[in-house]
């Protein structure tokens, strides 16, 4: 009796406790000891054998703004993600990976859904997933799993849908800034931090019981630019202090990982590391994102730890996009995906790549979209596209005055994409236009995509993210 009564009232014990810790974690520091990773070694087949079992939790931490080639794994020069690093050499590195917008909230209903934005329909600021989507926590809330998501966007907030399946969904309790920590955006006006989201965190696997557990992070202090003395070692440029943000939240995450294993979980969880979006830094006279849909924005990290160590961890080279992440965590688990969706698993690429077979696209293209009116009301959409074929990407942006850029950069013998090449290779451009012209063909696949007034008061909470919304 005494079970079934925890079990019924945990989401109560987890709200009513999100002031107080989120208070508490104001004062307390957390120091990491280096041996708190306890998980036995694994192998390919075990990870083959996953959805055998029956005691599986998955932790999701979404890394608001986390550009992949800032982080060590994916090549970076400067330390500024020990913590996440380790995760990648002892799990699963998907090298080249593509979020499906710059911005947030249509980002996020792909990365969900499975589906690209022109068939979510969520590209306008007042856009909602409707009801008849169907979301991983409704899958696995159906499967059996405790179903808990904590946010800090705005974007992601129950009234636009995001909701759907959690039986606990919410914004934990702002609290005054620490002393000791800086945040580089003077707009903001959410004095919360990640820290108080990991607290918060910490409680529900306190009081969790023993249902197997689907918990979501969505994680804001790098778009807010926040870090703390100790984590301010790379300058003081607007470039600098992001990557400071980056080791700042690394070592909160690295403060969740150790209590999980402190409480056993690390052997029985899978941890998805992700990313809605990027961050540009002039490199093309852009800075920031939700305005462009190049490399530096769009590019961003996809990590699995499992279970298990795996030595040496295992990098997936074929190229791979947000709309795949739900689809291999459901195969790893031995559920099914949701019929119809644009996305795939890429288990066979883990364990293809495990055996030391090398990679391949198999033909597959992906995209990133975004609607360069999505703040604007009552405006014609003014789409930007960007189509990666293997090296190549095609980046077509349309505007204002009716006319259309075009062009085209190739990674394998320009890295960083800063070499329009659509005047020396015009097959390739007229190619991947015409893949463009077919993707905007698409309709969404609920219909007509449901939207709802949002009041001034709600308006300026989103505006206090550094949006602008006119």
């Known amino acids: 009796m005494r079970k079934q009564l925890l079990a019924q009232r945990w989401p109560w014990f987890v709200a009513a406790s999100v002031l107080l810790l989120v208070i508490l974690s104001t004062f307390v520091e957390v120091r990491l000891p280096d041996d708190w990773d306890r998980r036995p070694r694994g192998t390919a087949e075990d990870i083959a054998r996953l959805r055998e079992r029956d005691d599986l939790n998955v932790l999701f931490i979404l890394v608001d703004t986390l550009r992949a080639e800032r982080l060590g794994s994916y090549g970076y020069e400067r330390d500024t993600s020990p913590g996440l690093d380790r995760l990648a050499n002892s799990g699963v590195r998907f090298a080249r990976h593509l979020a499906q917008s710059t911005w947030t909230k249509s980002s996020m209903a792909s990365l969900w859904t499975g589906l690209y934005p022109a068939r979510t329909g969520v590209v306008q600021y007042n856009n909602v997933i409707p ?20 946010w800090r966007n705005g974007w992601v907030s129950p009234t636009f849908g995001f909701q759907q399946g959690f039986e606990v969904y919410q914004r934990p309790a702002a609290s005054p800034l620490p002393p000791n920590l800086q945040r580089e955006n003077p707009t903001l006006s959410d004095h919360g931090t990640d820290q108080g989201l990991i607290e918060v965190a910490m409680e529900f696997l306190r009081v969790s019981g023993h249902r197997r ?13 926040t870090y703390d003395a100790k984590s301010a070692i790379f300058g003081a440029s607007h470039s600098d202090l992001y990557d400071n943000s980056i080791l700042w939240t690394d070592e909160s995450i690295e403060i969740l990982l150790e209590a999980l294993s402190e409480r056993g979980y690390l052997e029985n969880t899978i941890v998805a590391i992700v990313s809605d979006h990027g961050e540009a830094f002039l490199e093309r006279g852009y800075e920031g994102h939700a305005r462009e849909v190049y490399r530096e924005s769009t590019e961003v990290p996809f990590l699995l730890s499992l279970p298990f160590r795996l030595e040496p961890g295992i990098v997936v080279e074929s190229r791979t996009q947000n709309i795949d992440i739900w689809p291999t965590l459901f195969d790893l688990l031995g559920l099914e995906s949701p019929k119809g969706i644009d996305g795939r698993s890429r288990l066979p690429e883990i364990l293809s790549s495990a055996a030391g077979h090398p990679p391949g696209d198999g033909g597959q293209i992906a995209i990133a979209d ?65 893949v463009a012209d ?8 609920w219909g007509e995509t449901p939207t709802r007034e949002i009041d001034e008061l709600e308006l300026n909470l989103l505006r206090a993210l550094g949006y602008q919304i006119e």
């Open 131 to 150: 009801d008849a989507a169907q979301m991983p926590a409704e899958r696995l809330r159906e499967a059996g799993f405790q179903t808990i998501g904590l």
């Open 213 to 225: 557990w689907f918990l979501y992070l969505h994680m804001m202090d790098l778009h807010e630019y």
């Open 370 to 434: 975004l609607n360069q009116n999505w703040s604007r009301r009552n405006t014609k959409a003014l789409p930007t596209i960007a189509i990666v074929d293997g090296p190549l990407r095609y980046v077509r942006m349309d505007q204002e005055d009716g006319k259309r850029r075009e062009q085209l950069f190739d990674a394998s013998n320009d890295p960083r994409e800063l070499r329009d090449l659509s005047v020396l290779e015009p097959e390739a451009l007229e190619r991947l236009s015409a």
């Open 438 to 445: 077919s993707y905007f063909e698409t309709k969404p696949v």
